[in-house]
């Protein structure tokens, strides 16, 4: 099992950006899968993007499609995911999961989540 650790997470205007970051340490990050869920109050996980184990193929929720880019650095062990134009509607705690599959993910490791808020 891979440990997780999400990071840049905040508050932000409404247009603006962030980019998240996911740590990973354990067993070797460039045999999984990553992907970005997130959560906001009252409402289940939504799965937000997913990347190849090589980072040579990338899916997104529609909801995010051209605002968000997920990317990885093998080298260090850390995948990140790029938001920019951000909604209201894009607050919520976001996680990373580390797994085998793709887009979908069979996956047991999940980091803790960074909250991210959008102010109107």
């Known amino acids: 099992q891979v440990q997780l650790v999400e990071s840049g997470g905040g508050l932000v205007q409404a247009g603006g950006s962030l980019r998240l970051s996911c740590a990973a340490s354990?067993?070797?990050?460039?045999?999984?899968?990553m992907a970005w869920f997130r959560q906001s109050p009252g409402r289940e996980r939504e799965y937000v993007a997913a990347?190849?184990?090589?980072?040579?193929?990338?899916n997104y929720a529609d909801s995010v499609k051209g605002r968000f880019t997920i990317s990885r650095d093998n080298a260090k062990n850390t995948v990140y995911l790029q938001m920019s134009n951000l909604k209201p509607e894009d607050t919520a705690v976001y996680y990373c999961?580390?797994?085998?599959?793709?887009?979908?993910?069979?996956?047991?490791?999940w980091g803790r989540g960074t909250q991210v808020t959008v102010s109107s």
């Open positions: 999961a580390a797994g085998y599959g793709y887009p979908v993910l069979t996956t047991n490791s």
């Open positions: 354990g067993r070797t990050f460039s045999g999984y899968s």
């Open positions: 990347i190849t184990r090589s980072g040579e193929m990338t």
